[in-house]
C-alpha cells in the first residue's frame, strides 16, 4: 500500500467552546492532534474501539496540550512536540520535532507526516503534513482567518503562512478552532466584492445551521477567500495600494484583533 492509498480516516472531537481536537484513524489505531481535554479523545476512542498510537503537539497552550500527559499515562503513546522548554511539555515525555522532520505514524511509513517549522503565533509552532494532502495547521491558519500573534511578529507569521500558501492548492487543511462564520464576516469588511467569499459565506452559514463543522477546509479555497492568504491581491484595492504585502498583512491583523 502507497501513502495516496493509505485508508485513514480524520474524525473532529468537538471540546471546550470551539476547539477541534483532531483523530487521525487507520484501522484499530489511532493518533490525535492537540488533546486539550483527555476525556473527549477517550471517549471517542471507547466508542470506536481504537488504542491510541500517538499524540502530535502544535504548541504548548493549555487548550492544545492539557490532555496529553493523561492519555500518554494511560496508553504509554508517543508524544512528538516542538522543541522548546515551554512548561506545558515538562509534565510527560515527549520527542522534540524541527522543520523538516519526517514522522512514521504507521509501520512501513503507510502514514506519515512532515514537520512545518511556522512561528508567529507562538514561537514554538510547528504543523504536521500528512501523507502530503492533510495538514494539521493549530492556530496558523483557521478557515478564513490566522491566529493571533501572541509571540511572534507580523514578519514571522506573515512568512509562516506564505509557507502554508505554496503547498499544493488542494492540501485539505485542519484548523483547531471553528472560527470560520466570524472570520468570514471580518473578510467580507475587506472584500465585500469577493463572489468566492460570499457563496463561502452562503455556505459555512447552512453547515453550522445544521450543526457540522465548517472544516476541514482546502487550500485552494483558503486562497480564494482567506484574507491573510491574499494580501498580494489586496495590494490592488485603492487602500491599500503603496503598500507592500507584508504592511497589508500587519494592517488587517490589526484590524482583526479589535472585529
Known amino acids: 500500500m502507497d501513502k495516496s492509498s493509505a485508508s485513514i480516516e480524520i474524525i473532529p472531537l468537538p471540546a471546550f467552546s470551539d476547539n ?20 473527549v479523545v477517550e471517549e471517542a476512542l471507547s466508542k470506536r474501539e481504537l488504542s491510541l498510537k500517538g499524540i502530535l503537539l502544535t504548541h504548548h497552550h493549555a487548550d492544545h496540550v492539557g490532555g496529553a500527559a493523561s492519555l500518554q499515562k494511560h496508553w504509554r503513546c508517543l508524544v512528538y512536540a516542538p522543541d522548546s522548554s515551554q512548561p506545558s511539555y515538562q509534565a510527560m515525555q515527549t520527542i522534540p520535532v524541527h522543520a ?33 494532502q492533510h495538514l494539521f495547521s493549530g492556530d496558523v491558519l483557521f478557515g478564513a482567518g490566522c491566529g493571533r500573534l501572541f509571540e511572534g511578529t507580523p514578519v514571522q507569521m506573515y512568512a509562516s503562512l506564505q509557507q502554508i500558501a505554496a503547498l499544493p492548492p488542494e492540501t485539505l487543511v485542519y484548523p483547531a478552532h ?29 453547515l453550522r445551521h445544521q450543526q457540522r463543522p465548517s472544516l476541514p477546509t482546502s487550500l485552494a479555497q483558503e486562497l480564494a477567500t482567506n484574507p491573510f492568504l491574499r494580501c498580494e491581491q489586496l495590494r490592488l484595492r485603492p487602500e491599500f495600494q503603496s503598500r507592500s504585502a507584508l504592511e497589508v498583512f500587519t494592517e488587517i491583523r490589526t484590524r482583526r484583533n479589535d472585529f
Open 20 to 39: 477541534y481536537l483532531w483523530l487521525i484513524q487507520s484501522g484499530s489505531l489511532a493518533w490525535v492532534v492537540d488533546p486539550g481535554d483527555a476525556d
Open 178 to 206: 471553528e472560527y470560520t462564520a466570524h472570520n468570514l464576516a471580518f473578510a467580507q469588511t475587506i472584500e465585500p466584492d469577493n463572489r468566492a467569499l460570499l457563496q463561502r459565506i452562503a455556505t459555512t452559514r447552512e
Open 100 to 132: 523538516g522532520d519526517t514522522i512514521s505514524l504507521l509501520p512501513e511509513d503507510i502514514i506519515s507526516c512532515e514537520v512545518l517549522s511556522l512561528p508567529g503565533h507562538t514561537l514554538d509552532h510547528v504543523a504536521y503534513y500528512v501523507n502530503q
